[in-house]
């Protein structure tokens, strides 16, 4: 998103009182997106809040209304909108909404947009916590993640950020405190999702809800939630599902409130040199990581090598098969495989190592200790081991 120009002043409004006001200097700089955009809404109520009398009932108005929008997909809302939900044009209003002149053959008339989709979803979250009549949240809820075709996915994860008291805190000095009912059912509501979907990851489908969950968990920034829901899970699996970078940095959250990983599968997630980095501190808490058909690299090889020299390293079975290995990479893995003493199962076939890779890597397991079984498995290995091999080489070492 930050390619987006709407965006990038979202941010730099947000962020750049943290960089100039002395006051802020000493408060905590935003880890999400909910909590950007927080302070987003904070920086005008602190700005515009005095020029009304009840912030609360005035944003819990435009709420409803931005609600009525995301729910139909509508962004440009008319004078009869604002009459309908009893919003009154005002400096206040405008810190939240832009007016455009709109014209026809006949006429023209003003309509009234967001400056970005992103800030009508958050205010339409927004009323969720302000509105006396709270209902059946976890309804709600459901019936939005039911929507297959995304419009509630970022609305989704503004309602669980804001069930964080960090993130709602800025916002309850203008606006009054948020409904704990809201609260405690968004929680409850969030804990039946994991719950539920933990195990449901046979298909791209379930992974990518799995995914989507873990996402509301990074927003809530709820670590007794977290880990009550994923702590105590062995095993999970997002083969075939493509990755980003955020979704490598969620996820290596998620992993880091888990006592262990028994298996971590991602192979073929589409995860490059800079998703491994954000997946770095927590790797080597998985027992056995699968990793093959990812573009790692000699780059992603050197991230994992820190994985396995780490002290606590519980990695016994690493899948690195076609990640684009060369010989100028196994360096690293050398160097990590002398230091290592978890590790057994290496799988490193479809790499191209050439001749010096071989060697250095056999060396590497030479030089080990500790009395301990690793099998390798190298296709096109060079005559260093053997000549033309044509099966899956087992080299035993460590006496």
Partial sequence: MCYNPSYCWILCLSLGPFFTQRDRKQQQVPKTITQLYSYYIYNILKNHGR????????????????????????????NGDLIKYNVQ????????MMELLERDDSAQSVVYTFPHLTIQEFVAVLAQFLTPDPGDIRKLLTEAHNKEDGRFEIFLRFVVGLS?????????????PFLHQIICGVI????????????????????RDLLNTFHYLFESQNQTLARV??????????????LTPIDCAVLSRVIGLCDKIKHLDLGSCSIQSEGLQRLGPALHKCQVLRLGGN??????VKLLSA????????IQTLQLCDIGLTASGTEDLSSALCTN????????????????????LSAALRNRTVKYRNWIWMMSVSQILAPKISSPLSVQTGH
């Fill in 307 to 314: 994985a396995l020299r780490n002290p606590d390293c519980k």
């Fill in 51 to 78: 020029e009304i009398e009840s912030p609360r009932d005035v944003l819990l108005k435009i709420g409803e209304m931005a609600f009525t929008g995301v729910s139909e997909k509508k962004i440009v809302f008319r």
């Fill in 341 to 360: 003493r978890s590790l057994t199962d290496l799988n490193l076939s479809d790499n191209k190592l050439g001749d010096s890779g071989v060697k250095l």
């Fill in 89 to 96: 044009p005002s400096q206040f209003l405008s810190g939240f």
């Fill in 164 to 176: 964080s008291s960090q993130s709602a805190r800025p916002l309850e000095e203008f606006l009054g």
């Fill in 295 to 300: 573009k790692l690299g000699d780059s992603g």
């Fill in 188 to 207: 409850d509501w969030v804990k039946e999702k994991v719950e539920g979907e933990i195990g449901n990851t046979g298909s791209k489908t379930g992974k």
């Fill in 229 to 242: 829901t994923v702590g105590s899970v062995g095993t999970l699996t997002f083969s075939g599902l493509r």
